[in-house]
Protein backbone atom coordinates (compact mmCIF):
# COMPACT_ATOMS: atom_id res chain seq x y z
CA UNK A 1 0.00 0.00 0.00
CA UNK A 2 1.32 3.10 -1.03
CA UNK A 3 0.75 6.02 1.12
CA UNK A 4 1.40 9.47 0.23
CA UNK A 5 2.98 11.61 3.40
CA UNK A 6 1.46 14.75 2.96
CA UNK A 7 4.01 18.12 3.18
CA UNK A 8 3.14 20.69 4.51
CA UNK A 9 3.58 24.02 1.60
CA UNK A 10 5.16 27.48 2.63
CA UNK A 11 4.60 30.29 1.06
CA UNK A 12 8.55 30.43 1.85
CA UNK A 13 9.02 28.34 -0.53
CA UNK A 14 8.02 30.67 -3.76
CA UNK A 15 9.68 33.26 -1.81
CA UNK A 16 13.19 31.72 -1.74
CA UNK A 17 12.38 30.25 -5.57
CA UNK A 18 11.81 34.15 -6.78
CA UNK A 19 14.99 35.56 -5.45
CA UNK A 20 17.11 32.54 -6.81
CA UNK A 21 15.47 33.85 -10.38
CA UNK A 22 16.58 37.13 -9.63
CA UNK A 23 20.13 36.25 -8.54
CA UNK A 24 20.65 34.17 -11.88
CA UNK A 25 19.02 36.64 -13.81
CA UNK A 26 21.40 39.28 -13.14
CA UNK A 27 24.49 37.17 -13.34
CA UNK A 28 23.27 36.34 -16.48
CA UNK A 29 23.11 39.57 -17.67
CA UNK A 30 26.57 40.75 -16.23
CA UNK A 31 28.00 37.64 -18.49
CA UNK A 32 25.93 37.91 -21.59
CA UNK A 33 25.46 42.33 -21.37
CA UNK A 34 24.53 43.91 -24.29
CA UNK A 35 25.89 47.53 -24.65
CA UNK A 36 22.81 49.95 -26.10
CA UNK A 37 24.65 52.61 -27.76
CA UNK A 38 22.74 56.04 -29.80
CA UNK A 39 22.73 55.56 -33.76
CA UNK A 40 25.25 58.58 -33.98
CA UNK A 41 28.08 56.66 -31.89
CA UNK A 42 27.67 53.59 -34.14
CA UNK A 43 28.39 55.75 -36.98
CA UNK A 44 31.40 57.52 -35.52
CA UNK A 45 32.77 53.90 -34.33
CA UNK A 46 31.89 52.72 -38.05
CA UNK A 47 34.14 55.59 -39.30
CA UNK A 48 37.13 54.85 -36.62
CA UNK A 49 37.37 51.57 -37.74
CA UNK A 50 35.88 50.14 -34.64
CA UNK A 51 33.09 47.78 -35.62
CA UNK A 52 34.17 44.41 -35.76
CA UNK A 53 30.87 42.60 -37.52
CA UNK A 54 27.04 43.62 -37.57
CA UNK A 55 23.79 41.51 -37.43
CA UNK A 56 20.95 43.89 -39.22
CA UNK A 57 17.15 43.48 -38.66
CA UNK A 58 14.20 45.57 -39.70
CA UNK A 59 14.38 47.91 -36.70
CA UNK A 60 17.40 47.51 -34.94
CA UNK A 61 21.53 46.72 -35.57
CA UNK A 62 23.62 44.74 -33.13
CA UNK A 63 27.34 43.45 -33.53
CA UNK A 64 30.38 43.56 -32.33
CA UNK A 65 33.29 46.58 -31.83
CA UNK A 66 36.40 47.04 -30.88
CA UNK A 67 37.33 48.35 -27.07
CA UNK A 68 39.35 50.88 -26.29
CA UNK A 69 41.87 48.88 -24.86
CA UNK A 70 43.45 46.33 -26.77
CA UNK A 71 43.45 44.26 -23.71
CA UNK A 72 39.70 43.66 -23.61
CA UNK A 73 37.02 41.81 -25.15
CA UNK A 74 34.97 42.87 -28.06
CA UNK A 75 31.79 44.67 -26.97
CA UNK A 76 28.47 43.94 -27.91
CA UNK A 77 26.68 46.62 -28.87
CA UNK A 78 22.98 46.97 -29.85
CA UNK A 79 21.83 50.48 -31.84
CA UNK A 80 18.58 51.33 -33.12
CA UNK A 81 18.26 51.22 -36.83
CA UNK A 82 17.67 55.16 -38.20
CA UNK A 83 18.90 55.32 -42.31
CA UNK A 84 17.69 52.71 -44.27
CA UNK A 85 20.82 52.64 -46.47
CA UNK A 86 23.08 50.85 -43.49
CA UNK A 87 24.32 48.34 -46.23
CA UNK A 88 26.16 51.01 -48.09
CA UNK A 89 27.66 52.78 -45.22
CA UNK A 90 28.91 49.22 -44.45
CA UNK A 91 30.00 48.37 -47.67
CA UNK A 92 32.02 51.56 -47.58
CA UNK A 93 34.33 50.57 -44.33
CA UNK A 94 34.49 47.04 -45.24
CA UNK A 95 32.44 45.46 -42.32
CA UNK A 96 30.90 42.09 -42.86
CA UNK A 97 27.27 42.11 -42.09
CA UNK A 98 24.02 40.17 -42.41
CA UNK A 99 20.58 40.64 -42.39
CA UNK A 100 17.80 38.76 -40.48
CA UNK A 101 14.12 38.67 -39.90
CA UNK A 102 13.22 39.14 -35.95
CA UNK A 103 11.32 36.85 -34.49
CA UNK A 104 9.22 38.04 -31.41
CA UNK A 105 6.98 34.80 -31.45
CA UNK A 106 8.35 33.73 -28.63
CA UNK A 107 9.25 36.56 -26.57
CA UNK A 108 5.32 37.51 -27.54
CA UNK A 109 4.45 34.41 -25.74
CA UNK A 110 6.01 34.26 -22.96
CA UNK A 111 5.37 37.93 -21.99
CA UNK A 112 1.62 36.48 -21.73
CA UNK A 113 2.46 32.71 -19.85
CA UNK A 114 4.87 33.59 -17.62
CA UNK A 115 2.47 36.28 -15.99
CA UNK A 116 -0.61 33.72 -16.32
CA UNK A 117 1.47 30.88 -14.51
CA UNK A 118 2.38 32.85 -11.71
CA UNK A 119 -0.99 34.15 -11.42
CA UNK A 120 -2.57 30.26 -11.72
CA UNK A 121 0.07 29.09 -9.54
CA UNK A 122 -0.61 31.56 -6.61
CA UNK A 123 -4.31 30.62 -6.61
CA UNK A 124 -3.56 27.23 -7.14
CA UNK A 125 -1.56 27.63 -3.42
CA UNK A 126 -4.16 29.93 -1.75
CA UNK A 127 -7.13 27.47 -2.96
CA UNK A 128 -5.47 24.39 -1.55
CA UNK A 129 -4.35 25.89 1.72
CA UNK A 130 -8.34 26.97 1.92
CA UNK A 131 -9.47 23.55 0.54
CA UNK A 132 -7.15 22.05 3.50
CA UNK A 133 -9.13 24.30 6.10
CA UNK A 134 -12.29 24.16 4.87
CA UNK A 135 -13.02 21.75 2.44
CA UNK A 136 -15.16 22.65 -0.66
CA UNK A 137 -17.93 20.60 -2.24
CA UNK A 138 -15.99 18.46 -4.27
CA UNK A 139 -14.38 16.91 -1.12
CA UNK A 140 -17.88 16.77 0.80
CA UNK A 141 -18.33 13.01 -0.39
CA UNK A 142 -14.94 11.94 0.59
CA UNK A 143 -14.13 10.62 3.71
CA UNK A 144 -12.20 12.51 6.79
CA UNK A 145 -10.22 9.27 8.25
CA UNK A 146 -6.76 9.74 9.04
CA UNK A 147 -4.67 7.48 8.05
CA UNK A 148 -1.57 6.10 9.98
CA UNK A 149 1.29 4.08 8.99
CA UNK A 150 3.08 1.62 10.97
CA UNK A 151 6.04 3.78 11.84
CA UNK A 152 3.97 6.71 12.52
CA UNK A 153 1.46 4.92 15.22
CA UNK A 154 4.41 4.19 17.40
CA UNK A 155 2.08 1.67 19.92
CA UNK A 156 2.32 -1.76 20.82
CA UNK A 157 0.93 -3.64 24.07
CA UNK A 158 3.61 -2.58 25.99
CA UNK A 159 2.30 0.54 25.96
CA UNK A 160 -1.07 -0.98 27.57
CA UNK A 161 -1.48 -2.14 30.82
CA UNK A 162 -4.62 -2.52 33.44
CA UNK A 163 -6.80 -4.40 30.47
CA UNK A 164 -4.86 -8.05 30.20
CA UNK A 165 -8.45 -9.19 29.29
CA UNK A 166 -8.96 -6.75 26.90
CA UNK A 167 -5.72 -7.52 25.24
CA UNK A 168 -5.93 -11.04 25.39
CA UNK A 169 -9.07 -11.04 23.26
CA UNK A 170 -7.31 -8.71 20.67
CA UNK A 171 -4.56 -10.74 20.28
CA UNK A 172 -6.67 -13.18 18.24
CA UNK A 173 -7.41 -10.15 15.84
CA UNK A 174 -3.48 -9.84 15.34
CA UNK A 175 -2.96 -13.14 14.57
CA UNK A 176 -5.43 -13.15 11.90
CA UNK A 177 -4.02 -10.26 9.83
CA UNK A 178 -0.44 -11.67 10.13
CA UNK A 179 -1.62 -15.81 9.18
CA UNK A 180 -5.41 -15.18 8.05
CA UNK A 181 -4.39 -19.19 6.14
CA UNK A 182 -4.46 -20.83 9.23
CA UNK A 183 -8.01 -19.59 10.14
CA UNK A 184 -9.24 -19.87 6.20
CA UNK A 185 -7.57 -23.59 6.12
CA UNK A 186 -10.09 -24.53 8.74
CA UNK A 187 -13.21 -22.05 7.32
CA UNK A 188 -13.44 -20.12 10.24
CA UNK A 189 -13.80 -16.04 9.41
CA UNK A 190 -12.96 -13.18 12.00
CA UNK A 191 -15.57 -11.37 13.27
CA UNK A 192 -16.53 -8.70 10.94
CA UNK A 193 -16.55 -6.11 13.88
CA UNK A 194 -15.32 -5.25 17.68
CA UNK A 195 -16.91 -3.17 19.64
CA UNK A 196 -15.02 -1.87 22.85
CA UNK A 197 -16.67 -0.81 25.05
CA UNK A 198 -16.11 0.53 28.68
CA UNK A 199 -16.10 4.06 30.61
CA UNK A 200 -14.48 7.07 29.42
CA UNK A 201 -10.74 7.67 29.48
CA UNK A 202 -10.07 3.21 29.86
CA UNK A 203 -7.89 3.23 26.82
CA UNK A 204 -10.08 1.78 24.25
CA UNK A 205 -8.77 4.12 21.57
CA UNK A 206 -4.74 3.41 22.45
CA UNK A 207 -5.70 -0.42 22.24
CA UNK A 208 -7.32 0.17 18.65
CA UNK A 209 -3.97 1.64 18.01
CA UNK A 210 -2.11 -0.98 19.69
CA UNK A 211 -3.16 -3.37 17.58
CA UNK A 212 -2.47 -1.72 14.07
CA UNK A 213 0.73 -1.38 15.65
CA UNK A 214 1.79 -5.30 16.22
CA UNK A 215 -0.09 -6.38 13.71
CA UNK A 216 1.66 -3.62 11.21
CA UNK A 217 -1.26 -2.95 8.61
CA UNK A 218 -2.30 0.79 8.03
CA UNK A 219 -5.07 2.38 10.67
CA UNK A 220 -7.96 4.18 9.46
CA UNK A 221 -8.90 6.62 12.32
CA UNK A 222 -12.20 8.53 12.38
CA UNK A 223 -14.89 9.85 14.64
CA UNK A 224 -18.87 9.13 14.71
CA UNK A 225 -19.19 12.38 14.22
CA UNK A 226 -17.35 13.09 11.36
CA UNK A 227 -19.44 11.33 9.60
CA UNK A 228 -22.56 13.66 9.86
CA UNK A 229 -22.98 16.66 7.58
CA UNK A 230 -25.36 19.67 6.88
CA UNK A 231 -25.82 18.11 3.78
CA UNK A 232 -28.07 15.09 3.59
CA UNK A 233 -26.60 12.67 2.26
CA UNK A 234 -22.87 13.39 2.94
CA UNK A 235 -22.45 10.96 5.34
CA UNK A 236 -23.32 7.96 3.65
CA UNK A 237 -21.08 8.66 1.08
CA UNK A 238 -18.45 9.27 3.56
CA UNK A 239 -18.92 5.58 4.76
CA UNK A 240 -18.40 4.22 1.44
CA UNK A 241 -15.66 5.95 0.54
CA UNK A 242 -14.24 4.86 3.71
CA UNK A 243 -14.79 0.94 2.73
CA UNK A 244 -13.56 1.43 -0.52
CA UNK A 245 -10.58 2.77 0.63
CA UNK A 246 -10.16 0.15 3.45
CA UNK A 247 -10.89 -2.74 0.59
CA UNK A 248 -8.56 -1.14 -1.81
CA UNK A 249 -5.99 -0.93 0.85
CA UNK A 250 -6.29 -4.19 3.11
CA UNK A 251 -4.91 -5.63 5.40
CA UNK A 252 -6.02 -2.48 7.44
CA UNK A 253 -7.47 -1.76 10.27
CA UNK A 254 -10.62 0.87 9.82
CA UNK A 255 -11.46 2.60 13.78
CA UNK A 256 -14.62 4.23 14.78
CA UNK A 257 -14.27 6.54 17.62
CA UNK A 258 -17.49 7.41 19.66
CA UNK A 259 -19.87 5.51 17.41
CA UNK A 260 -23.22 6.31 19.47
CA UNK A 261 -22.62 9.78 17.80
CA UNK A 262 -23.65 7.95 14.68
CA UNK A 263 -25.10 4.36 15.20
CA UNK A 264 -27.90 5.42 17.94
CA UNK A 265 -31.36 3.74 17.86
CA UNK A 266 -33.58 4.74 15.07
CA UNK A 267 -36.70 6.42 15.26
CA UNK A 268 -36.58 6.35 19.06
CA UNK A 269 -39.41 8.27 21.29
CA UNK A 270 -42.09 7.72 18.46
CA UNK A 271 -39.92 10.83 16.70
CA UNK A 272 -38.33 10.60 13.67
CA UNK A 273 -34.63 10.86 13.82
CA UNK A 274 -32.43 12.97 11.92
CA UNK A 275 -32.39 12.47 8.35
CA UNK A 276 -28.69 12.47 7.91
CA UNK A 277 -27.77 10.55 10.56
CA UNK A 278 -30.35 7.78 10.03
CA UNK A 279 -28.83 7.08 6.31
CA UNK A 280 -25.48 7.53 7.49
CA UNK A 281 -26.36 4.58 9.86
CA UNK A 282 -28.75 2.70 7.04
CA UNK A 283 -25.42 2.58 4.99
CA UNK A 284 -22.76 1.59 8.04
CA UNK A 285 -25.23 -1.94 8.16
CA UNK A 286 -25.02 -2.14 4.62
CA UNK A 287 -21.20 -1.91 3.95
CA UNK A 288 -20.59 -4.19 6.62
CA UNK A 289 -22.78 -6.91 5.53
CA UNK A 290 -20.99 -6.07 2.36
CA UNK A 291 -17.45 -6.98 2.58
CA UNK A 292 -15.69 -9.84 3.15
CA UNK A 293 -13.73 -10.87 6.55
CA UNK A 294 -11.52 -12.34 5.16
CA UNK A 295 -10.15 -9.90 3.13
CA UNK A 296 -7.97 -8.21 5.84
CA UNK A 297 -10.01 -5.63 7.06
CA UNK A 298 -11.18 -5.37 10.71
CA UNK A 299 -13.79 -2.86 11.66
CA UNK A 300 -13.21 -1.31 15.40
CA UNK A 301 -15.32 1.24 17.21
CA UNK A 302 -15.64 2.43 20.77
CA UNK A 303 -18.47 3.53 22.83
CA UNK A 304 -19.10 4.42 26.59
CA UNK A 305 -22.89 4.41 26.04
CA UNK A 306 -23.37 1.06 24.09
CA UNK A 307 -26.87 0.98 25.65
CA UNK A 308 -28.29 3.32 23.02
CA UNK A 309 -27.11 1.68 20.11
CA UNK A 310 -29.47 0.89 17.12
CA UNK A 311 -29.53 -3.19 17.60
CA UNK A 312 -28.91 -3.95 14.17
CA UNK A 313 -25.29 -2.86 15.11
CA UNK A 314 -24.95 -5.57 17.63
CA UNK A 315 -26.25 -8.33 15.84
CA UNK A 316 -23.99 -11.19 14.70
CA UNK A 317 -22.30 -10.49 11.43
CA UNK A 318 -22.08 -6.69 12.27
CA UNK A 319 -20.24 -5.55 15.39
CA UNK A 320 -20.80 -9.55 16.89
CA UNK A 321 -17.91 -9.23 19.38
CA UNK A 322 -17.70 -6.94 22.00
CA UNK A 323 -14.39 -6.65 24.36
CA UNK A 324 -15.33 -4.91 27.61
CA UNK A 325 -12.54 -2.32 28.66
CA UNK A 326 -13.27 -1.92 32.21
CA UNK A 327 -11.71 0.41 34.82
CA UNK A 328 -8.33 -1.21 36.29
CA UNK A 329 -8.48 -2.66 39.43
CA UNK A 330 -5.50 -2.58 42.22
CA UNK A 331 -3.08 -4.82 40.04
CA UNK A 332 -4.17 -2.81 36.51
CA UNK A 333 -3.59 0.55 38.54
CA UNK A 334 -0.14 -0.20 39.48
CA UNK A 335 0.45 -1.54 36.21
CA UNK A 336 -0.79 1.70 34.36
CA UNK A 337 1.19 3.77 37.04
CA UNK A 338 4.48 1.77 36.52
CA UNK A 339 3.95 2.46 32.69
CA UNK A 340 3.93 5.98 33.14
CA UNK A 341 6.37 6.17 35.83
CA UNK A 342 9.09 5.00 33.33
CA UNK A 343 8.86 8.36 31.30
CA UNK A 344 9.79 10.73 34.39
CA UNK A 345 13.57 11.03 34.26
CA UNK A 346 13.72 12.06 38.26
CA UNK A 347 11.53 9.82 40.19
CA UNK A 348 12.37 9.64 43.67
CA UNK A 349 11.98 6.59 46.11
CA UNK A 350 8.16 5.52 45.39
CA UNK A 351 5.85 3.04 46.44
CA UNK A 352 3.45 1.97 43.50
CA UNK A 353 1.59 -0.08 45.37
CA UNK A 354 0.84 2.68 48.16
CA UNK A 355 -0.13 5.18 45.19
CA UNK A 356 -2.58 2.49 43.99
CA UNK A 357 -4.30 2.47 46.63
CA UNK A 358 -4.70 6.06 46.67
CA UNK A 359 -6.47 5.88 43.52
CA UNK A 360 -9.39 3.80 43.40
CA UNK A 361 -11.77 3.96 40.50
CA UNK A 362 -9.20 5.88 38.21
CA UNK A 363 -8.81 5.38 35.07
CA UNK A 364 -5.93 4.95 32.33
CA UNK A 365 -6.06 8.45 31.60
CA UNK A 366 -6.75 9.67 35.36
CA UNK A 367 -3.64 8.49 35.79
CA UNK A 368 -1.46 9.60 32.72
CA UNK A 369 -2.70 13.73 34.42
CA UNK A 370 -2.04 12.29 38.19
CA UNK A 371 1.87 11.49 36.66
CA UNK A 372 1.96 14.32 35.02
CA UNK A 373 0.57 16.63 37.61
CA UNK A 374 3.07 15.06 39.87
CA UNK A 375 5.72 16.26 37.79
CA UNK A 376 4.83 19.52 37.29
CA UNK A 377 4.36 19.64 41.13
CA UNK A 378 7.85 18.92 41.75
CA UNK A 379 9.31 20.99 38.88
CA UNK A 380 7.51 23.94 40.52
CA UNK A 381 8.56 23.15 44.20
CA UNK A 382 11.89 23.47 42.48
CA UNK A 383 12.68 19.63 43.64
CA UNK A 384 15.78 17.42 42.70
CA UNK A 385 13.16 14.35 42.00
CA UNK A 386 9.47 13.87 42.26
CA UNK A 387 8.86 12.64 45.87
CA UNK A 388 5.52 10.91 47.36
CA UNK A 389 4.32 14.05 48.54
CA UNK A 390 4.32 15.04 45.40
CA UNK A 391 1.60 12.66 43.91
CA UNK A 392 -0.34 12.74 47.22
CA UNK A 393 -0.95 16.83 45.90
CA UNK A 394 -1.57 15.35 42.57
CA UNK A 395 -4.16 13.52 43.78
CA UNK A 396 -5.77 15.55 46.13
CA UNK A 397 -6.16 18.31 43.53
CA UNK A 398 -7.38 15.58 40.78
CA UNK A 399 -10.29 14.72 43.24
CA UNK A 400 -11.29 17.56 45.44
CA UNK A 401 -9.53 20.46 43.05
CA UNK A 402 -6.69 22.81 43.43
CA UNK A 403 -6.13 24.25 46.60
CA UNK A 404 -6.74 27.95 47.00
CA UNK A 405 -4.88 29.58 49.14
CA UNK A 406 -5.70 32.94 48.87
CA UNK A 407 -9.59 32.73 49.29
CA UNK A 408 -10.47 34.72 52.52
CA UNK A 409 -12.38 32.96 55.20
CA UNK A 410 -13.42 34.68 58.23
CA UNK A 411 -12.69 32.51 61.64
CA UNK A 412 -16.16 31.55 62.33
CA UNK A 413 -16.61 29.82 59.02
CA UNK A 414 -13.14 28.02 59.41
CA UNK A 415 -13.81 27.01 63.02
CA UNK A 416 -16.95 25.30 61.01
CA UNK A 417 -14.97 23.61 58.49
CA UNK A 418 -12.67 22.35 61.44
CA UNK A 419 -15.34 20.89 63.43
CA UNK A 420 -17.22 19.81 59.83
CA UNK A 421 -14.40 17.53 58.61
CA UNK A 422 -13.25 16.09 61.54
CA UNK A 423 -16.84 14.52 62.58
CA UNK A 424 -16.03 12.71 59.08
CA UNK A 425 -13.21 11.66 59.86
CA UNK A 426 -13.96 10.80 63.74
CA UNK A 427 -16.70 8.92 62.79
CA UNK A 428 -15.20 7.19 60.08
CA UNK A 429 -12.10 5.58 62.33
CA UNK A 430 -14.88 5.13 65.02
CA UNK A 431 -16.76 2.36 62.72
CA UNK A 432 -15.41 -1.10 61.94
CA UNK A 433 -14.93 -1.55 57.70
CA UNK A 434 -14.83 1.91 57.42
CA UNK A 435 -12.01 3.33 54.63
CA UNK A 436 -8.90 4.81 56.80
CA UNK A 437 -8.47 8.46 57.31
CA UNK A 438 -5.10 9.79 55.48
CA UNK A 439 -5.26 13.18 55.80
CA UNK A 440 -7.89 16.04 57.18
CA UNK A 441 -8.14 19.83 55.63
CA UNK A 442 -9.43 22.94 55.84
CA UNK A 443 -7.27 24.31 53.31
CA UNK A 444 -10.09 25.55 50.25
CA UNK A 445 -10.50 23.18 47.42
CA UNK A 446 -12.33 23.37 43.76
CA UNK A 447 -15.15 25.35 42.97
CA UNK A 448 -17.10 24.86 46.75
CA UNK A 449 -15.41 22.18 49.14
CA UNK A 450 -14.15 24.85 51.91
CA UNK A 451 -12.52 21.56 53.58
CA UNK A 452 -11.76 17.73 52.88
CA UNK A 453 -11.27 14.66 54.28
CA UNK A 454 -9.15 12.10 52.38
CA UNK A 455 -9.94 8.43 52.98
CA UNK A 456 -8.11 5.56 51.27
CA UNK A 457 -9.09 2.33 51.25
CA UNK A 458 -6.31 -0.57 51.66
CA UNK A 459 -7.80 -2.94 48.66
CA UNK A 460 -10.42 -2.71 46.14
CA UNK A 461 -13.95 -3.94 47.31
CA UNK A 462 -16.28 -5.33 44.66
CA UNK A 463 -18.92 -6.34 47.37
CA UNK A 464 -20.20 -4.05 50.51
CA UNK A 465 -22.79 -5.73 53.21
CA UNK A 466 -25.26 -3.73 54.88
CA UNK A 467 -23.13 -2.59 58.09
CA UNK A 468 -20.62 -1.07 56.10
CA UNK A 469 -23.14 0.74 53.74
CA UNK A 470 -24.73 2.05 56.94
CA UNK A 471 -21.34 2.99 58.28
CA UNK A 472 -20.67 5.17 55.32
CA UNK A 473 -23.87 7.13 55.79
CA UNK A 474 -22.90 7.76 59.16
CA UNK A 475 -19.59 9.05 58.11
CA UNK A 476 -21.25 10.86 55.51
CA UNK A 477 -23.33 12.49 58.33
CA UNK A 478 -20.45 12.76 60.83
CA UNK A 479 -19.90 17.06 59.84
CA UNK A 480 -23.33 17.53 60.12
CA UNK A 481 -23.31 15.79 63.70
CA UNK A 482 -20.56 17.62 64.68
CA UNK A 483 -21.88 21.18 63.59
CA UNK A 484 -24.87 20.48 65.89
CA UNK A 485 -23.23 19.22 68.77
CA UNK A 486 -20.88 21.85 68.68
CA UNK A 487 -22.39 24.82 67.33
CA UNK A 488 -26.29 23.93 68.18
CA UNK A 489 -26.80 24.94 64.28
CA UNK A 490 -26.14 23.58 61.43
CA UNK A 491 -24.81 25.18 58.06
CA UNK A 492 -25.32 24.32 54.15
CA UNK A 493 -21.69 22.73 54.38
CA UNK A 494 -23.54 19.27 54.45
CA UNK A 495 -25.03 20.04 50.95
CA UNK A 496 -22.88 17.48 49.11
CA UNK A 497 -22.64 14.91 52.31
CA UNK A 498 -26.36 14.68 51.84
CA UNK A 499 -26.83 13.93 48.11
CA UNK A 500 -24.31 11.12 48.57
CA UNK A 501 -25.92 9.55 51.64
CA UNK A 502 -29.13 9.73 50.18
CA UNK A 503 -28.11 8.24 47.13
CA UNK A 504 -26.86 5.30 48.98
CA UNK A 505 -29.46 5.30 51.34
CA UNK A 506 -32.09 5.17 48.35
CA UNK A 507 -29.82 2.14 46.52
CA UNK A 508 -29.94 0.01 49.95
CA UNK A 509 -33.85 0.14 49.28
CA UNK A 510 -34.56 -0.05 46.00
CA UNK A 511 -31.70 -1.98 44.53
CA UNK A 512 -29.90 -3.99 47.04
CA UNK A 513 -33.41 -5.39 49.22
CA UNK A 514 -32.40 -4.06 52.13
CA UNK A 515 -35.10 -1.86 53.32
CA UNK A 516 -37.46 -3.51 56.58
CA UNK A 517 -40.42 -2.35 55.04
CA UNK A 518 -39.65 -2.60 51.07
CA UNK A 519 -38.79 -6.03 51.36
CA UNK A 520 -36.84 -7.99 48.90
CA UNK A 521 -37.70 -6.71 45.73
CA UNK A 522 -35.78 -4.71 42.91
CA UNK A 523 -37.69 -1.05 42.40
CA UNK A 524 -34.94 0.48 40.20
CA UNK A 525 -35.40 0.41 36.36
CA UNK A 526 -32.81 -0.32 34.53
CA UNK A 527 -31.14 2.18 31.88
CA UNK A 528 -31.75 0.81 28.73
CA UNK A 529 -32.51 2.07 24.87
CA UNK A 530 -35.35 4.26 24.19
CA UNK A 531 -36.69 2.72 21.63
CA UNK A 532 -36.82 -0.63 23.99
CA UNK A 533 -39.60 1.81 26.06
CA UNK A 534 -41.82 2.20 23.49
CA UNK A 535 -45.74 1.43 24.28
CA UNK A 536 -44.86 0.30 28.03
CA UNK A 537 -47.03 1.79 30.66
CA UNK A 538 -45.15 3.90 32.88
CA UNK A 539 -46.40 4.84 36.50
CA UNK A 540 -44.74 8.80 37.54
CA UNK A 541 -42.75 6.79 40.12
CA UNK A 542 -41.21 3.98 37.72
CA UNK A 543 -42.68 0.38 37.90
CA UNK A 544 -44.29 0.33 41.51
CA UNK A 545 -47.35 2.17 43.08
CA UNK A 546 -47.13 5.37 44.84
CA UNK A 547 -48.28 3.26 48.05
CA UNK A 548 -44.54 1.51 47.48
CA UNK A 549 -43.06 5.05 46.52
CA UNK A 550 -44.40 6.05 50.08
CA UNK A 551 -42.69 3.10 51.81
CA UNK A 552 -39.49 4.04 50.15
CA UNK A 553 -39.16 7.17 51.19
CA UNK A 554 -39.50 6.41 55.01
CA UNK A 555 -37.25 3.43 54.81
CA UNK A 556 -34.17 6.31 53.03
CA UNK A 557 -35.47 8.62 56.14
CA UNK A 558 -34.92 5.96 58.51
CA UNK A 559 -31.92 5.04 57.41
CA UNK A 560 -30.17 8.57 57.40
CA UNK A 561 -31.95 9.19 60.70
CA UNK A 562 -30.93 6.37 62.39
CA UNK A 563 -27.16 6.78 61.35
CA UNK A 564 -27.58 10.12 62.26
CA UNK A 565 -28.14 9.42 65.52
CA UNK A 566 -24.94 7.21 65.51
CA UNK A 567 -22.89 10.07 64.33
CA UNK A 568 -24.16 12.01 67.26
CA UNK A 569 -23.70 9.54 69.66
CA UNK A 570 -19.92 8.65 68.34
CA UNK A 571 -19.16 11.99 68.39
CA UNK A 572 -20.71 13.00 71.95
CA UNK A 573 -18.34 9.99 73.37
CA UNK A 574 -15.09 11.46 71.56
CA UNK A 575 -16.02 15.16 72.55
CA UNK A 576 -12.77 15.79 73.81
CA UNK A 577 -10.93 14.32 71.36
CA UNK A 578 -12.57 16.66 68.62
CA UNK A 579 -11.85 19.76 70.42
CA UNK A 580 -8.27 18.63 70.99
CA UNK A 581 -8.16 17.96 67.54
CA UNK A 582 -10.48 20.64 66.35
CA UNK A 583 -7.37 23.52 67.58
CA UNK A 584 -4.39 21.47 66.13
CA UNK A 585 -6.56 21.29 62.71
CA UNK A 586 -7.05 24.81 63.23
CA UNK A 587 -3.69 26.31 63.54
CA UNK A 588 -1.62 24.04 61.26
CA UNK A 589 -4.45 23.74 58.35
CA UNK A 590 -3.92 20.29 57.64
CA UNK A 591 -3.30 17.10 60.19
CA UNK A 592 -2.90 13.23 58.96
CA UNK A 593 -4.89 10.52 59.94
CA UNK A 594 -2.46 9.18 62.15
CA UNK A 595 -2.86 11.93 64.68
CA UNK A 596 -6.33 11.39 65.17
CA UNK A 597 -5.82 7.57 65.90
CA UNK A 598 -3.09 7.76 68.31
CA UNK A 599 -5.56 10.57 70.30
CA UNK A 600 -8.18 7.36 70.12
CA UNK A 601 -5.46 5.66 71.32
CA UNK A 602 -4.51 7.90 74.63
CA UNK A 603 -7.67 9.19 75.18
CA UNK A 604 -8.72 4.94 75.49
CA UNK A 605 -12.03 4.89 73.34
CA UNK A 606 -12.76 1.87 71.91
CA UNK A 607 -14.23 1.10 68.43
CA UNK A 608 -17.86 0.21 68.62
CA UNK A 609 -18.73 -3.48 67.92
CA UNK A 610 -19.73 -4.31 64.34
CA UNK A 611 -23.41 -3.62 63.68
CA UNK A 612 -23.68 -1.56 66.76
Not at 380 to 397: D, I, M, P, S, W
Not at 547 to 569: F, G, P, W
Amino acid sequence: MNLEKHHKISIWYFIVGIWVVLILQNYLAATYAVKTIPYSQFVQKLKQGKIVEVSITEKHIQGLMKPESSSEKDINFRTVRVAPDTSELLDKYHVNYSATIESTFFRDILSWIIPVLLFVGIWFFLMKRLTAQQPGFMSLGKNKAKVYKQEEIGVSFEDVAGVDEAVAELVEVIDFLKNPEKYLEFGGSLPKGLLLVGPPGTGKTLLAKAVAGESHVPFYSISGSEFVELFVGMGAARVRDLFDQASANAPCIVFIDELDAVGKARGFGGVPGHDEREQTLNQLLVEMDGFDPNIGVILMAATNRPEVLDPALLRPGRFDRQVLVDRPDKQGRIAILQVHLKKIKKLGDIDVEELANMTPGMVGADLASLVNEATLLAVRGRNKTVEKEHFEEAVERIVAGLEKKNRLINPKERKIVAYHELGHALVALSIPGTDPVKKITIVPRGIAALGYTMQVPTEDRFLMTKTELLGKIASLLGGRAAEEMIFIDISTGAHNDLAKATDIARSMVTEYGMGEKAGQVYYKKEPQAMFLQLGQGRTATGEYSEETARVIDEEVRNIIDQQYAVAMKLLDEKREILEEAATELLEKEKIDGSYLEKLIKEKGTEKPLEGE
